[in-house]
């Protein structure tokens, strides 16, 4: 077996169109995976029983369907359902978003239940409104706590979006794909691939480890 | 759509619906492969992660980081085709997905186990040991089940990303079930009818463990507090 | 940290050396496989030419066939090894078989990594346009208002852009064949050049939608499909290449092809 990396020299544009659209997805997907998780927290911590086993249903059926699954319908259902046209872009980061969410929610809901319950009642008694409450007193601390999470949410959306190749969203794994297919020559794409995912995710990953060490030393 | 979809399901349900249920039951069999062997091996690999020693706790972390910061599509090929020809032992799709499902199971619970282990107060091991517990019993009896069912939460979520994470094994030719709708699709002419049905039934089994994975949770949480 | 990272450097590069370093193997794979007993060949999924039943769990297909008859030439057995069509390619040249039998489309580029046999059977294309795609005429989907969808990987894409050079393609990296009659059913393509087969069997199966298959149900394009083996397999290919002449000549493979293809 041979590991032939010519294939570079001729595709680097390609590939690096690639990755441009990989972070691009990512960080799009991402963001609104966060402002949707958020959303949906909300309606799961809301104490009305309808919204609340709605959020929940949604988070149960989102963590068991395979991301593929997911990406097919909104890229070839969706549409339809909507009535509007809709690019490959549009519809996968629209899928990584919704899949994104409901892991989301979970770690802003398990950030929200292990803030200690006093915490509301003394900032009450201090005198500060529900938005004071929220923005000075609350917020920040779940932020800290879900911080290493988050970062994991984030690296689980960025190796999701190679999934988009197979809508024809010309990201990284899709352009491996490519170069694949024309030159029968795969691993070597491949592995190219995985150097750059790792280039990308390795620093994530240390910084959650980091993030995580510091919060239990201040936990203690 | 809709109408596609009625009119097709019952004509490929009736002739493949032996073969989607044998489907279902190997995309079962890795899982249980990758959450079994990824399990056990991810206790020692996360001991393993907090040891004193450098030469013991450096690779240890170099394969759960590369295992983890890698996407395990990249990680079946190059177990399908690097590994033969290392060790010069073929390599059959069952056996190379077999090999790198629980190799990224013990990496990922590794990980979580890992955690839990840390958030366990220090204390409780120099105390077990000033009372002259040994080792294997400060870790099997004290430190490793706090550590467990303090991150059952995580440990599930793990589980049921292992179970959409089989469908990956289809890159390398395993007959799981995002395999076999892919054949079944290419056969009948009918991918809209074949998918749907699949996210139906991943749906279906996912919701079968989602229940069992939650009384497993609720038990031990009661078995705890008692 | 740091020696993390350094330790990881080390492990990558280990792994590269590896990987770049395992050579293929015996270069002569006959003798290879008359004293071994058995014909080992890789398959990829690709009705109707080569594809696995799912409830007998046996390959079937045109090629299954022709490498019964190639085992039976050869007097060894036969042994078909299950690949996707990302790995087909990789397993030949990691030697996990002798020999890749699946309906390729042989181009100078893919003849760099692999070595095709002289062409087994031409298969039949045919265009699957929009309903409302006005005429009869493929000349028309020349135009850079139309957008014709492609399987990556196939044969088409390259006929597709000779075709229609000023058309939008679009490639789509999926292994369900029909992804891009999905994408003409979703209204997402005008048209798709694909296999007459499936193209046919397509629209058989999903009546409700608005596509149909231009100039009527005619296939039109021929493309010569080739097996594939290992560049340095030149012993391997000349017998090859001889028993493909041969079943030609003899009318196997036209027999063969009125079986599985129709036509």
């Not at chain 1, 998780?37 to 369907?65: E, H, K, P």
């Amino acid at each position: 077996m041979r590991l032939d990396l010519t294939f570079l020299a001729e595709t680097w544009p390609q590939l690096a169109q690639g990755v441009l659209a990989t972070l691009a997805i990512t960080a799009i997907s991402f963001l609104g995976a966060l402002v949707l998780g958020y959303g949906l927290t909300i309606l799961r911590l809301s104490g009305r029983t309808g919204l609340q086993r709605a959020g929940n249903l949604y988070v149960a059926l989102f963590r068991v369907i395979p991301e593929l699954g997911v990406i097919f319908w909104s890229y070839y259902c969706l549409p339809i359902l909507l009535g509007l046209a809709l690019s490959e872009y549009t519809c996968g980061i629209l899928a990584l978003m919704a899949i994104g969410a409901a892991y989301a929610s979970e770690i802003f809901r398990a950030g929200y239940n292990a803030l200690p319950r006093g915490q509301m009642d003394a900032a009450r008694a201090l005198g500060l409104g529900n938005w004071q409450t929220w923005r000075l007193v609350l917020a920040p601390q779940i932020l800290r706590r879900t911080m290493p999470a988050l970062i994991n949410c984030g690296i689980d959306t960025l190796k999701n979006s190679t999934l988009l190749a197979a809508i024809g969203a010309s990201e990284l794994a899709y352009q491996a794909y490519q170069i694949g297919n024309a030159t029968y020559n795969y691993l070597a794409p491949f592995t190219f691939v995985a150097i750059v995912f790792f280039l990308i995710i390795f620093p994530l990953s240390l910084l959650s480890r980091h993030r995580e060490a510091a919060l239990q030393r201040q936990s203690r | 759509m809709y109408s596609i979809v009625s009119d097709l399901l019952p004509g490929f349900l009736t002739q493949y619906w032996l073969a989607l249920a044998f489907a279902v039951l190997t995309s079962l069999k890795f899982l249980a492969l990758g959450v079994g062997v990824g399990f056990t091996a991810g206790l020692g690999l996360a001991i393993a992660q907090l040891s004193p020693s450098p030469w013991l706790r450096g690779p240890v972390v170099a394969l759960v980081e590369l295992i983890r910061n890698t996407p395990l599509l990249v990680q079946l090929f190059w177990i399908h085709f690097a590994l033969p020809a290392l060790t010069g032992i073929g390599s059959s799709p069952e056996r190379s997905a077999a090999i790198g499902i629980a190799l990224s199971g013990a990496c990922y619970f590794s990980e979580i186990i890992r955690g839990g282990i840390q958030g366990v107060p220090k204390g409780q091991r120099d105390a077990a040991a000033a009372l002259g517990l040994s080792r294997w019993c400060i870790w099997s009896r004290i430190v490793l089940p706090q550590a467990v069912i303090d991150t059952l939460p995580a440990l599930a979520n793990t589980v049921l990303s292992f179970f959409k994470a089989t469908s990956i094994l289809s890159v390398i030719a395993v007959p799981e079930l995002m395999m076999t709708s892919t054949r079944i699709s290419a056969r009948t002419g009918d991918p809209i009818g074949v998918l749907t049905l699949m996210t139906l039934l991943y749906i279906f089994v996912g919701a079968l463990l989602t229940l069992m994975l939650h009384r497993v949770e609720t038990a031990f949480k009661l078995r705890s507090t008692r | 940290m740091k020696q993390l990272g350094k330790l990881l450097q080390v492990m990558l590069l280990s792994v590269w050396a590896v990987l770049a370093g395992t050579g293929t193997g015996s270069a002569d794979t006959l003798a290879d496989i008359k004293s071994r007993g058995t014909l080992r060949v890789g398959m990829a999924d690709s009705t109707p030419s080569q594809s696995k039943d799912p409830n007998s769990n046996e390959w079937e297909g045109f090629n299954v066939d022709m490498a019964k008859n190639l085992a039976e030439q050869l007097g060894v057995k036969l042994e078909i090894v299950d690949a996707s069509w990302s790995t087909l390619i990789p397993g030949l040249l990691a030697g996990q078989y002798d020999i890749a039998m699946c309906d390729m489309f042989a181009t100078p580029k893919r003849a760099q990594t692999v070595a095709f046999t002289t062409p087994y059977m031409n298969l039949g294309f045919s265009w699957v346009v929009r309903a409302d795609f006005p005429g009869e005429d493929a000349a028309a989907l020349d135009d850079p208002a139309i957008r014709i969808a492609n399987l990556s990987g196939s044969a088409m894409g390259d006929i597709i852009r000779k075709l229609a050079p000023r058309a939008q393609v679009k490639d789509v990296a999926s292994d369900n064949v029909f992804s891009p009659h999905l994408e003409v059913a979703s209204g997402r393509a005008d048209a798709t050049l694909s296999d007459h087969y499936n193209n046919t069997q397509f629209l058989k199966r999903n009546p409700s939608v608005k596509a149909r298959i231009l100039g009527g149900d005619k296939q039109f394009q021929q493309t010569p499909m080739a097996y594939a083996v290992r560049p340095d397999d030149q012993p391997f290919l000349n017998m090859l290449n001889s028993w493909i002449i041969y079943n030609q000549t003899t009318g196997f493979s036209e027999e063969l092809r009125h079986k599985w293809y129709g036509f």
